[in-house]
């Protein structure tokens, strides 16, 4: 999992504050525990934290909290959990360097 | 004189869609997804062998491939010579004749049609009435739910990611594919297949590498 997409020490503290806020419904709950439990593992989400959280960011009736817990689930969704597969680029004009080149350069750049 | 057997892989997909500049937004979205769910796109745009005739090579990639995707959006008359591409309906045309009467080793092929707006195709292509067509209304996102959805049930692959991780990540990817071409010396308006291909499985490699 890339180093910036796992919960940051601000979402993490927030994560927590939500698990003991007695008002805190059950679905921010859930999501706070998700992205609580990425801050020291490297386990992704689980399809259904991603499908919560998707759920709760397109929700007109979700608070700025649950809707941030839920950009960071999803964040960690999404990193590393691609099966590409390898395979030979026949008629590129790159050689495999030289694309993993300009793809870094951009992403050290954002 | 004896057939010989299709050298399948249950990798491949294969994509019959227009290639035209109106369309790159849904064909980008098309490769990408396709790549994320970890399977390999094959196209007609891929690099030719050496004397590989266009009808060679589409025979050669419906052979190869367990899978096609098949757009027919691009039946309206086009503005150069006032008439409809019938390139797609064709291919289509192809692929089903080769799972009604070729045989056991095609009639398990995975075939997934597309059209823009549902009910379209049926008005000038009668014949295809009964089969489940698919409405993307010129939408990525909605074609990327298509084709991930298709590809879990068909595949019955159980690692594949979320709609809205893979529609997510092509958002990144297709924001940041310009400045990628600029990083590696090419016109990302000019962008060849190949290099499309190259650069998706790249970016989306480096994710889990990062």
Same mark, same amino acid.
């Given at each position: 999992m890339p180093k910036n997409e796992r919960t940051g020490a601000k979402v993490a503290s927030k994560a927590s504050k939500t698990l003991r806020n007695s008002a805190a419904s059950? *679905? *921010?709950?859930?999501?706070?525990?998700s992205a609580l439990s990425q801050s020291r593992t490297k386990n992704k989400s689980s399809e259904r934290a991603a499908s919560l959280a998707s759920k709760t960011l397109t929700s007109k009736g979700s608070s700025k909290s649950a809707k941030s817990l839920a950009g960071s689930v999803l964040t960690q969704r999404s990193a590393s959990a691609f099966p590409v597969k390898s395979f030979a680029i026949i008629g590129s004009t790159l050689s495999k360097s030289e694309r993993s080149a300009a793809v870094r350069k951009v992403a050290k750049k954002k | 004189m004896a057939r010989t057997k299709a050298a399948i892989n249950p990798d491949y997909v294969f994509i019959n869609c227009p290639f035209t500049t =109106? %369309? /790159?937004?849904?064909? =980008?979205?098309m490769v990408f997804t396709i790549l994320a769910c970890g399977f390999q796109p094959r196209s007609a745009l891929e690099a030719a062998d050496g004397?590989?005739?266009r009808m060679d090579k589409i025979v050669r990639l419906i052979k190869e491939s367990t899978y096609s995707i098949h757009d027919l959006s691009a039946v309206a008359l086009d503005d150069t010579n006032n008439l409809p591409r019938f390139n797609m309906p064709f291919e289509l045309g192809m692929v089903i004749g080769c799972k009604k009467i070729a045989g056991r080793a095609y009639a398990s092929r995975s075939v997934l049609i597309l059209e823009q707006t549902k %009910? *379209? @195709?049926?008005?000038c292509l009668? =014949?295809?009435?009964g089969q489940d067509l698919k409405a993307h209304g010129g939408q990525p996102q909605t074609l990327c739910r298509i084709v /991930? @959805?298709?590809l879990v049930a068909e595949s019955g692959r159980s690692k594949i990611p979320g709609q809205t991780a893979i529609f997510n990540a092509y958002t990144r990817f297709s924001a940041e594919l310009p400045d990628i071409c600029g990083a590696a010396d090419l016109e990302y308006e000019e962008l060849i297949y190949p290099d499309l291909v190259g650069l998706a499985q790249q970016w989306l490699q480096e994710q889990a590498k990062a």
């Open positions: 059950k *679905t *921010t709950k859930s999501l706070a525990g | =109106d %369309y /790159r937004a849904l064909f =980008d979205c004397g590989d005739v %009910y *379209t @195709s049926q008005k009668s =014949d295809i009435a /991930r @959805s298709w």
